[in-house]
């Protein structure tokens, strides 16, 4: 670089630092890439949008198809009929149980699981985790496992619905992973010269350096607990233990409307009038929950899903 500033002429001759032009196929690239992500964020936006639209219009104009964006004939009342519907505030009530015990039993079940796994000096470390991972290809069935939760006596319990689903294998990897990148040997070394014990380092330093990685189990357990319903299926016929989804799913598939949960026969008509938009709105509110706690744990949750996904 010269005195003046400027580049020296040999330098301007092989156009060191001028800008860099977009050729004619970079901007036609660039073209299809915006015009493609344009089309998901519509594909993804739309069916969103018609729901809660749809879910606070007025009936009528949703079962003739008028209703296509924006909301017409302004309405609260499938809301309210929810309130009504006795079977759908137990169910939330379930789910929101299932979705925090679950997701808190099944994080601490993995982190246990995969910090021993992440060390070197763990006896048949490698048969361990070869078992681990053949879960993931081969299971006992559906039958096995029934007999299994029948044997255990957890059939119509609330922990039908979190044990059976206590451990994703895929968890247990981008953990053992996740404590192989960022917690290294020496840093272990370190802590038993300091007269440390194992538990106490994993309390002490482990878990301090792993709320990214806890972020991402939580949210990935209490999401799958939250749209879990064949386990509900299967293992509940308590229908005070049923969760949200079960019921959601009854009021979809097929279309049952208990009278014994309404007060009295005009509600009872009422609400049938608003079952097809009383679907609409239950949708809003199974939305709900997992839309409010992802922005608490979007930082930490980025930040653990890309280390965890590293090949370690």
């Excluded at 078992?131 to 039908?160: C, E, H, K």
């Amino acid at each position: 670089m010269s005195a003046a500033g400027t580049l020296p002429p040999d330098e301007t001759r092989l156009g060191v630092g001028a800008p860099i032009q977009d050729t004619r196929g970079d901007k036609i690239a660039l073209a299809c890439i915006y015009t493609a992500l344009a089309l998901f964020c519509v594909s993804v936006l739309y069916p969103l949008v018609y729901v809660i639209s749809a879910s606070i219009s007025n009936t009528h104009k949703v079962s003739a198809g008028e209703v296509w964006l924006w909301p017409v004939g302004f309405t609260l009342d499938a809301y309210k009929a929810i309130f009504d519907y006795k079977s759908i505030v137990t169910g939330f009530g379930n789910s929101v149980y299932y979705a925090v015990a679950g997701a808190v039993v099944a994080t601490v079940l993995t982190l246990l699981a995969a910090y021993p796994l992440s060390r070197k000096g763990l006896p048949g470390k490698g048969l361990i985790m070869a078992a681990f991972v053949f879960t993931m290809m081969f299971s006992g069935g559906i039958i096995p496992t029934y007999l299994v939760v029948d044997q255990l006596g957890l059939l119509n319990t609330r922990w039908a619905m979190i044990l059976p689903a206590a451990l994703a294998v895929w968890n247990v990897i981008i953990t053992r992973t996740y404590f192989m990148v960022t917690i290294p040997e020496e840093l272990v070394e370190a802590g038993k010269v300091d007269g440390c014990s194992d538990f106490g380092f994993f309390w002490r330093v482990v878990l301090p350096l792993s709320k990214p990685i806890i972020a991402v189990n939580l949210l990935f357990y209490a999401v799958g607990q939250w749209n879990s319903f064949f386990n509900a299926l299967i293992y509940l016929t308590n229908e005070h233990l049923f969760p949200l989804q079960v019921i959601l799913r009854q009021i979809l598939i097929q279309s049952k409307i208990d009278p014994s949960q309404m007060p009295d026969a005009s509600k009872l008509l009422q609400l049938k009038e608003l079952q097809q938009q009383l679907k609409y709105s239950l949708i809003v509110i199974g939305m709900i929950p997992p839309l409010l706690v992802y922005p608490f744990v979007q930082k930490h949750f980025v930040k653990g899903a890309m280390i965890g996904s590293l090949k370690g």
